[in-house]
């Protein structure tokens, strides 16, 4: 069998999430009116099916305004959800954008424990190169020696420098040798793993301003990204890690991994809602060129059941 293309491995990422639509939806047979009933089943549809109540009144009401008691089919109905969640979604489609100048640009990774985050800056890494971009690593999370070794294997995998330290180093100092190892070596990116640990907020808040008080030094603009990886299937998880990322460490930008499983993706669609933070990028997959840019129109048509 051949492998499944990444549009299939979106699916999957998202399949419950459609599933539970499509069921919750199944009322909806044959043309329906689209009254304040209908328009109830459909609210209460969208926030079981992980789209979280905000997103799903907001797609109530920008239904209601522009069909109310217009008589719609499954299929109407179905197209017309999966417009008002691309509405939302499309904002927040956000490619990673690198800058010119001042190189590096120093890109913070941050997230729990086996979010994937060590896969994502390797597919992150990689992605950039192809682009043409200079990238660098710099192993922040000194925590775990195994963090180390991991992030220096697929540095050598993918061909790109790594700036490391013992296990149990300063995260600052190394990250204030890589960048200006970086600087030195005119490259474009520079991504910092971090420990990241959500387990003592206090001890992440002071890893984060010490990093972020010695990249100042060299660089007040410096960490130019803090990007929070999350991990699919955690589902509604990711709403209070971004809400605690958020606060503790200045989140810009999310990148959800693990989409290729039996996820439930549209917990990205509440994230959109609630935090209008930029999505830069999807993981579907365990190699290196298993990182894709986020497609609001296609995610949206996948779980409304109409891709
Ligand atoms: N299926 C799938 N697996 C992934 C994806 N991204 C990462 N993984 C797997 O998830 C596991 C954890 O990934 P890591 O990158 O080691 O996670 P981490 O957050 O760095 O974890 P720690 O090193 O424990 O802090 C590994 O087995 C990865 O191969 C993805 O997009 N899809």
Redesign the pocket.
């Known amino acids: 069998m051949s492998e499944p293309t990444w549009t299939e491995r979106v699916f999957g990422g998202f399949r419950k999430t459609s599933e539970r639509l499509s069921q919750n939806l199944g009322g909806v047979v044959g043309t329906t009116r689209l009254d304040e009933a209908t328009l109830d089943d459909v609210e209460d549809a969208l926030i079981v099916s992980d789209l979280g109540p905000a997103a799903a009144r907001r797609i109530r009401d920008r239904l209601s305004e522009k069909r109310f008691g217009l008589d719609v089919t499954e299929t109407q109905l179905k197209e017309a959800v999966a417009e008002e969640i691309a509405a939302i979604l499309r904002p927040v489609a956000v490619p990673l954008e690198i800058i010119a100048f001042p190189r590096p640009q120093v890109i913070l990774v941050i997230?729990?424990?086996?979010?994937?985050?060590?896969?994502?800056i390797a597919k992150l890494a990689h992605w950039l190169q192809e682009d043409d971009y200079g990238v660098m690593l710099a192993a922040g999370?000194t925590f775990?020696a195994?963090?180390i070794g991991?992030l220096a294997t697929w540095a050598e995998r993918i061909g790109v420098p790594i700036v490391r330290g013992p296990e149990g180093g300063d995260p600052a100092s190394i990250v204030f040798d890589a960048v200006k190892d970086a600087t030195a070596r005119g490259i474009d990116a520079l991504i910092v793993?971090t420990a990241?640990r959500l387990q003592n907020k206090r001890e992440l808040m002071d890893e984060l301003a010490k990093i972020r008080r010695v990249l100042g030094r060299l660089n007040p603009e410096a960490p130019h990204n803090v990007i929070l990886?999350l991990d699919a299937t955690n589902g509604q998880n990711a709403l209070s890690q971004i809400e605690t990322f958020r606060d503790v460490a200045g989140v810009t930008g999310l990148v959800m991994?693990?989409?290729?499983?039996t996820a439930r993706g549209g917990v990205l669609v509440a994230a959109a809602e609630q935090f209008g933070l930029p999505i830069h990028a999807i993981?579907?997959?365990?190699k290196m060129d298993?990182l894709r840019p986020f497609d609001a129109d296609l995610v949206a048509r996948v779980i409304a059941g109409v891709a």
């Not at 997230?111 to 994502?120: C, L, R, Y």
């Not at 991994?257 to 499983?261: A, E, M, N, S, V």
């Not at 993981?283 to 365990?286: K, L, Q, S, T, Y």
């Open positions: 997230g729990v424990n086996g979010s994937g985050k060590t896969t994502t999370d775990r195994a963090a991991q793993d990241g990886v991994t693990k989409l290729d499983g993981g579907v997959g365990e298993d």
